[in-house]
């Protein structure tokens, strides 16, 4: 595997079949005119991290700038999917270090995310990046 992770405001057209169909592996039921929509509405501040191996869309993280009271400008995940047959293999420590990269090159002061705690695998890999 020769993976390259690219960072995006969106994700360009030629990936957004691709990203349909790996939302849909994992939980979401969305198509290629849902995402779209929803793509328009996000915040210019966001930022997608793409984890490719060739032209094959294997993985992204999105990140999102938030304020809030306790700071004044942070980082937020909002989503982490590796495909199903690629995890284990450092995609998403890779996605989570371009993040972190991005965050500190843009003077963001904290990152956050929220992980179902039900999925232990999720918390597990959080935990193996030193997160808590």
Known sequence: MELQIVRTRH??????????TLLRSEYAE??????R???ALLPDDD????????EI???YAHFRVTHGLAYEEGVELLDLIVSAQHRREGVGRRLMTAGEIW???AERAKLVFRADVVRTEVLAFFS???YE
């Open 11 to 20: 994700p360009p057209d030629a990936y957004l079949q691709q990203l349909v």
């Open 30 to 35: 969305i198509n290629l005119d849902d995402l």
């Open 37 to 39: 929509g929803r793509l």
């Open 47 to 54: 930022r997608f991290f793409l984890a490719l191996d060739a």
């Open 57 to 59: 869309l294997i993985g």
């Open 103 to 105: 965050a500190v090159q």
């Open 128 to 130: 193996a990046l030193g």
